[in-house]
């Protein structure tokens, strides 16, 4: 059930029986066809158990489950919307950056500090990211939003690829992150370049980039 | 040697190998291989610089972007012109400029009236040399060429550069209907003459002319 491009901003998504979509409450644009809403308490798959897990790991975005026979369009606040087709590997974004993605794609959070031990920790607040983040396995389609569009940067074992964080959209891929800082006397002066931190992502895949430094 | 290439319209990569580039401060989105970022007190224009760009009020906070690998540059997902220069001269907002090639020197003008009625302040900033900048408006921007024959006006919010040899002026439409406060919003503008290329952008800033 992939996702068809409308145009830069609006998506629209095939809905068969059988098969559930999951999407950021009130993003439906448009529908066609037998399609119901129902807003999802557990803010995703799972039961109470995740449910609690992702309020405590702050990740709860609110969803709905879409199901039905027919199409739906897609859309959020006019940011630019970036399908990903997923194929086995796992996608790690912000609760907030998704739009709708296929209910066939088991859904979990993941604990930043697990990877990178404190630095991890650190990177969560440093990036306003928090601690926890949202990761999508299996085969389907994701739609991410971003401000102002995405690019693709491939990430490859001998090419590390660096980010702003705050321009940081979602990565897949067998990725290691990790928080650094070019920090030295000029920033603590005041004289800063702007871009004192930063994330290095290492490893082989995928990181997505948005054209802004600003959060949705 | 710096190589400049669009990313869709709103992402600027730059190849550098060694060089460095100046780029407005805190633009980058991503980059690989190694790089540092320095930031350049005054522009990049020295001591000179500092105090033209206090005095000013064009103050441009610029970094120097130094290694080897490709650096990824954006800003407020605003769209990207690239502008190759070979020795002229382009007069273009401190706040429109993302990323300028090495080899080409920045430094302050004087524009007169024309300043104050597109909110910009008096002064503007100007590049020159051979090499390409990058510049950034709302929105994609268009080009318009002057010539001797034709002469261009342009609402001051929508400007946001232009290069060759080109006379400026102000023209003002202020009418007993602005007065009145039943302007048409259009009560200004700026009138183009001579040879060159003027770059506007599709939305305009809050201006005091914009008001009338």
Known sequence: MPFTRINSKMVEARIVP???????????????????????????????????????????????TVEGDGSVMFGHGGHHIHAVDLSGETLYVEADRLLAFDGALRQGTMFMGSQGGVMGVIRGQATGQGLFTTTLQGKGSVA???????????????????????????HRGEVRNKLTTALGWREMVGRGSGEGFQLELSGQGTVYVQASEEKL | MANFRLHGSRVLAVDLDGDAVKAKKGAMVAYDGDMTFKKMTGGGEGLRGLVTRRITGEAMAVMEVKGQGTCYFADRAT??????????????????????????????????????????????????????????SDGPAITLRVSGAYPLTVDPGAYIA??????????????WRTLMGEGSGESFQIRFEGEGLVYIQPSERTTVGGQL
């Open chain 1, 18 to 64: 059988g098969q559930r979509v999951f999407s950021q409450r009130g993003a439906m644009l448009a529908y066609r066809g037998e399609v119901s809403f129902t807003p999802n308490i557990t803010s995703g798959q799972g039961g109470v158990m995740s449910m609690i897990g992702r309020r405590l790991a702050n990740e709860a975005a609110p969803l709905m």
């Open chain 2, 79 to 136: 769209e990207i012109t690239l502008v190759r220069l070979t020795g002229d001269k382009l007069y273009v907002e401190a706040s429109n400029l993302l990323v300028t090639e090495p080899a080409l020197r920045t430094g302050t003008s004087f524009t007169g009236l024309r300043g104050a009625s597109q909110g910009n302040g008096l002064f503007t900033t100007t590049v020159e040399g051979s090499g390409q900048a990058a510049i950034m």
């Open chain 1, 144 to 170: 991410v939003m971003a401000h102002g569009g995405v690019v693709e940067l491939p990430i490859t074992p001998r090419r590390p690829v660096h980010v702003d964080p705050q321009a940081y959209v979602a």
């Open chain 2, 162 to 175: 232009h290069s060759g040899n080109l006379r400026q002026q102000l023209q003002s439409a202020v009418g």
